[in-house]
């Protein structure tokens, strides 16, 4: 679990910051602070890995920095209203993930956050990258290059394990979400996820009215 300390001055800022991280697999607010007095203590109780939030306050990046010369080791991800450029600059030569400007808009958060979850979980100290790997790792929302699907490794052992325990009996998108305990929107990612990789394939059930109801089953190998 990713342990993250908000510093937020604006009490409902604050507390939007703190649901989208209590909301997201693999994140855990651990302190919501509003006062740059309270940092120190707060990093020294719960050596987080991340601090989300206002960079814009004074003395913030001075902290930082003093922080990094200390060898005290988090990442940065600012949700500022600062929208000057040396600004900026003067944050991301702090090493920040990513930077949203306020107002900003949910759905940007919640992208950032999640590709800060895969990131910090896709690379291990001793692996070697290849170029897929990195863009992937890399990504930011709304540039030209289109994010494939990759899943949560974590959820996506749980599908795996509960479509190996169906063996060749089909079964549908809403039957494996009840199973492994999430929505049916994100078991139909990973179902067809694992269709593109060939590891399921897809029947298509027909109704009286409506659209078809898709069923997925392990697929057969092909002999040899």
Known sequence: MITVVIFEPDPMVSRILTEAVQGREGLEAAKTVRDIKQLSHVFEETHPQLLLGETAEAGLPEWVREMRDR????????????RDAVQYLQVFSLGIVDYLIKPFQMERLAAALDRYVRWKQGLLPDQRLSQRQLDRLLYLPGSAYEEPFYGNENTRQKILSYVTGRGGESFTAAEAARAVGISQTTARRYLELLEKQGQLEVLQEYGHIGRPVHHYRTRERESI
């Open 71 to 82: 060898g005290i080791r988090f990442d940065l991800l600012p949700v500022t209203r600062e």
